[in-house]
């Protein structure tokens, strides 16, 4: 009986991580949660688990969970430290994660997940950049899991080569549809599309995925291939009809072939789906805008702020309407402000600024601002220009 549940729990093991590589967080959730309860494999569901918390910000909830088992559970105490210290680690608690980390060093001076996880977060803290001795044991281990993370710290922190090496390392070991998804993703941010195309039919051949399907998309979308992206975004829903970054993926191609009723439609479905995702209201409101509906366009940057006040596209994006609409100078100096507070050397801020001002009649200010902007463009010819065109016809006005 024991070895018919533990094929049961294999299987249910497989089709949690289907549905995760699908997006499908809530019901790959509750077959883990099962799992755990079952003591199958804690390590791995574990972090599956973590995976899925971070997507729908349930980490606390998992932390807890963590934190209980340690007291009262006969699982392995410096796994749970290293589970402990990574789920510390998406909550951006470096410190914490770092102190986990060590913890199991004291105990297991030899443990490489807890040195992988170490220099994860003292990497986090400005504290290390030499990762020779990282790399080194790395090299050395035979668990295709633990090189698998270390390829995916290396890809985070841009050491691409690295990354690879690592990947091909698994790939001959264990081969996965992660792996070659993975090798993808890295191959992608390296601009070597046609490999990266590859390595995504590697991994589809292998299991189909959602994630899989849309990354390969959005390849095509890099190639300009609008057509053959479109196609892979479709193939994602029927996979996972709700999954909205492949919806939104999805318009960028239409709107790049100049469909922007094709493109306006998928923003409106994906917000069927999502209220509550600033990137879904900041496209639509880039299809609005190119579409000429600048009033509906605002409201969708301000539906974009009001849930990533600090998404910079979307206030540069907010202060460019502005500019162009002469809907209110008062906001338009609000946002010029706030790009320049990010990018004091953004040529056009600094021009959306000296707009505002000069339209709002602030003599005085806008001879600051541009004493400002000299300072980081001096004798810039555009610039003298520019200004002495604004004072001229400022004067102008006055008289």
Known sequence: MKFLSRRTEKKDFKNAKILLNNCEYEKSLKIFCSLLKKEYHPFLVLWNLSIICEKINKLDWLLKIVDNLIINSKFNYCDLLIHKANILFLKKDY??????????LNYQNDNKWAYLYKCRSLHALDAMNDFSALINEINNSKD???????????????????SISCLDKCLLLEPNENVWRTKGDVLHDLAKFEDSLNAYEKSLSIEPSVIAWNNKGVVYNSLRKYEKAIICFDKCFDLNESYWEAIINK????????????AEYNCKLALKISQDNCRIWSTYATVLQESGKFEESLVAYDNALSLCPDDFESILYKMRLLYVTDYDFEELLIYANKV????????????????ALEKLNRFDELMLAYDKAFEIFPNDEELIKDKKVRISRMNADSN
């Open 340 to 355: 320049l507070e990010i990018e004091n050397d953004n040529s056009f801020g600094w021009v959306c600024k000296f707009k």
């Open 95 to 104: 410190e914490g994660s770092l102190i986990c980390s060590d913890e199991v």
């Open 251 to 262: 318009t960028k191609s239409y709107f790049e072939l100049g469909d922007l009723d094709s």
């Open 144 to 162: 295709s899991f633990l090189i698998y993370n270390g390829a995916y710290f290396f890809y985070e922190i841009g050491m691409y080569d690295e």
